[in-house]
Nanobody
Framework: QVQLVESGGGSVQAGGSLRLSCAASGYTYSSNCMAWFRQAPGKEREGVAHIFTGDGSTYYADTVKGRFTISQDNAKSTVYLQMNSLKPDDTAMYYC?????????????????????WGHGTQVTVSS
């Protein structure tokens, strides 16, 4: 059974940085899609960044492009989300998600229904 555990959330002022971690266990996929989603109160869960574990290719939502970086450490089975230049609009619960094996071309089109494994989330709060 796949388990995802997020950590690294917290409270920062606008312009600050945080690094989220997602430790994965229970599977040995070599080419699947890992992603970070976020959900603010009263809003739908939205994709923030995707990474194709087969080659490390990445995709970002326009709202975070240039500020956030998703990366992976295969030896640690961990995916990271480095968040810089944080804004109050980035305040949300951040979730890590994992898909079953997919093609690289499909990874970046996956949405919430396509990810079968989710973590419990870590809260990020950005104050102005």
């Amino acid at each position: 059974q796949v388990q995802l555990v997020e950590s690294g959330g917290g409270s920062v002022q606008a312009g600050g940085s945080l690094r989220l971690s997602c430790a994965a266990s229970g599977y040995t996929y070599s080419s699947n899609c890992m992603a970070w989603f976020r959900q603010a109160p009263g809003k739908e869960r939205e994709g923030v960044a995707h990474i194709f574990t087969g080659d490390g290719s990445t995709y970002y939502a326009d709202t975070v492009k240039g500020r956030f970086t998703i990366s992976q450490d295969n030896a640690k089975s961990t995916v990271y989300l480095q968040m810089n230049s944080l804004k109050p609009d980035d305040t949300a619960m951040y979730y890590c998600a994992a898909s079953s094996p997919v093609l690289r071309s499909r990874c970046f089109r996956l949405g919430v229904p396509n990810f079968g494994s989710w973590g419990h989330g870590t809260q990020v709060t950005v104050s102005s």
